[in-house]
Every structure is written in C-alpha cells, then in structure tokens.
C-alpha cells in the first residue's frame, strides 16, 4: 500500500517519507478499512514534532510511524471474531495510529486496521468527506461534555466554540437540552457558531465575558465550561461560572505550565476534568460513538471540512495546519472513490 511515514522527529518537509509498506492484516477483533479520507488533527504535527510529555514519546520508542488519527473508509476485511457482514461497510474512525501497537496503522495510508468498535458505521446520509472530521474532535467534545451525564437544563460556556471540537460541543450540547454560550474571535466565526444553534455568542476580542455571562444568567453564571485553552484562561473561569461547576478541559496551547489558584476555586468548589479522548473509559468512548452516530442518521449534525489536500500533498498540509489559519477540518483525498 501506499503511504506517508516518519521514523524521526522534525518539520514535516524533512521528515514525512513516502512509499510502499506492506498492506496490514486484521487481527482477531480488528477490521481493515480502505482509507477515504485522513483528517489532521494539530496533536498530529505535535506527535511528529516530539513536542510535549506525552504526544513525543512515541519517536524512539518506534521504527516507523504512519500519521493520523482521524480518517473515514469503506471495511474491506475482517479479523477472527468480527462479523463477515461488515465488509462494505462504510465507516468513520477512532484512533488507530494511537491504539496500534506499533504506531504503524495510521490513516494517512490507504488501508489501516484498528478495533472494530473503532471503524462506526457511517449513516447513509453523511459523505466519507463528513466522516473524516469526527474521530477526536467530535468524540474529545462529548467525552468532555457528558461525564457526569446529560446537560439538559444546564448552561454550558463553549471556549473555542468556532474549533474542531468546540463546534461539535455547541451542537451536542444544544441536542442534549443545554442553553449554550460559545466564545469567538470574530464575527464571521460568530455568525457560523450561531448558526449550528448557539445560543449567544461572544467575542473574547472585544465583550467584557465576566459582565456579559453574568447578564446572560442571571448574575449566577454557567454550570459548564468547555475549555480549548487552560492555561490562558485558568483565571477566567472563577468569573464565569456557578459554585459547584465543572470545567472540562482538552488543551491548553497558550500556556503549558499554568499556575493552579488552589484557595479561590476551593472555596467555589469547582470541579476541573482534565481530558485526554484516548485514556477515556470504554464505556464513555462507546457511549459517544452511538450517541454521535445516532444525530447524524437523524440529520442533526453538521460537520466542517475546511481544506482537502491530494495525498501526494500531506507534508503541505501539515505545514499549512501548524502555520495557516486554517478554519475547519483539514483532510487528505487518499480514495475518493469509495464514496
């Protein structure tokens, strides 16, 4: 098969080689899935860069590794165990670069094998091109949003509403009967925010947050926050939300090493969850992949694929998502015409 890999950290012009590899074989369990599309997330380039604790340790570790985590395809073979019927299946993927043992199953190649509870069933009405953008960012912002259970009757604050995953939290959020405030940096990206069903949309750029929340709700503040960035915003969050809250938190870009206010968020008894999609019990990942599923087929997701690169492009790409201000879902073409 076809594919990109690295065996070395480093910019991805000068790493990122490509090839032929042996076409992987499913083993008991697993499915092999003929790749459609492969999505780039930003923890992609950070892997391939060996930047941070945990994303870095895969160079040394491994002689070869095939990027992405994010990707959509059509199953071609199965494994020991898993059902025959599902080859033709057209799917979505959870992680198989990180689940592999050998980091060599990637979707930037034309086949990957990863669990068969990983390759979802694509509902008829969503494209292979849709199906790509699911993977972490969707199930990053249900795994962050759910928890503790429902958010029916809650208010949820979306930091990053405009992202990857803070466009699928907005959405869940409204599905799961929550008023939902997201914050922006512009109006256009408001307008989009607004459009998926956002209640009230701010700008960080330019609204007082602490004054605006307070009006919103009542002068109580939100029972939930989804945070993109943790570190920068580690202060903010005591202004915007209600004693006994919870703040979710996936990243934190701005600022790695933050310094933790111990005594004025005990005192507001706030709960902080710090979340890593691919630790998360099997339970909680099994739950978010039939619950995101089951919005699709009802037509009640929608998905934003900001660029499609040609497969001979994938070192531009990576360039392009750590350099470019790239709104949306940046993909891969590998097998357009599965769809």
């Avoid at 490509?18 to 992609?44: H, K, M, Q, W």
């Avoid at 590794?65 to 165990?81: K, L, R, W, Y």
Wanted: charge should be negative; charged fraction near 25%.
């Amino acid at each position: 098969m076809r594919a990109w890999w690295f065996e070395k950290p480093g910019p991805a012009k000068e790493v990122l080689q490509f090839g032929e590899l042996p076409d992987p074989e499913a083993g008991p369990g697993e499915v092999r899935v003929r790749v459609a599309y492969s999505a780039i997330n930003p923890t992609d380039c950070k892997r391939r860069n060996s930047v941070g604790p945990s994303v870095g340790r895969d160079i040394g570790r491994f002689d070869r590794v095939t990027p992405h985590n994010d990707g959509s395809g059509v199953i071609d073979a199965v494994g020991e165990g898993v059902d025959p019927s599902r080859v033709g299946e057209r799917v979505w993927l959870f992680g198989p670069q990180a689940d592999s043992p050998d980091k060599s199953y990637g979707t930037c190649a034309e086949y990957c094998v990863l669990a068969s509870r990983k390759a979802i069933k694509l509902p008829d009405n969503t494209s292979l091109a849709e199906g790509a953008c699911l993977g972490v960012p969707a199930v990053t912002a249900h795994v962050s949003l759910f928890p503790d259970g429902p958010v029916t009757g809650e208010t949820v604050y979306v930091s990053g509403a405009s992202g990857r995953v803070g466009k699928y939290a907005v959405q869940l959020a409204k599905l799961s009967g929550a008023t939902v405030i997201g914050c922006v940096g512009s109006a256009d990206k408001a307008k989009d925010v607004a459009a998926l069903g956002c209640d009230h949309v701010l700008n960080y750029k330019t609204d007082d947050l602490p004054k605006e929340v307070k009006a919103l709700t009542g002068g109580e503040g939100v029972d939930r926050i989804i945070e993109v960035d943790f570190g920068t915003n580690i202060d903010l969050h005591r202004d915007l939300i209600k004693c006994n809250g919870t703040v979710s938190t996936y990243g934190s870009p701005g600022v790695h090493e933050s310094v933790f206010k111990f005594y004025p968020n005990k005192f507001m008894n706030i709960v902080y969850r710090m979340v890593t999609v691919f630790r998360m019990p099997t339970e909680a990942l099994d739950l978010a992949f039939k619950e995101i599923t089951e919005h699709m087929e009802a037509g009640k997701l929608s998905h934003h694929v900001g660029v499609t690169y040609p497969f001979k492009d994938v070192p531009q790409a990576h360039v392009d998502l750590e350099t470019a201000p790239i709104y949306g879902v940046v993909a891969v073409a590998i097998n357009e015409g599965l769809e």
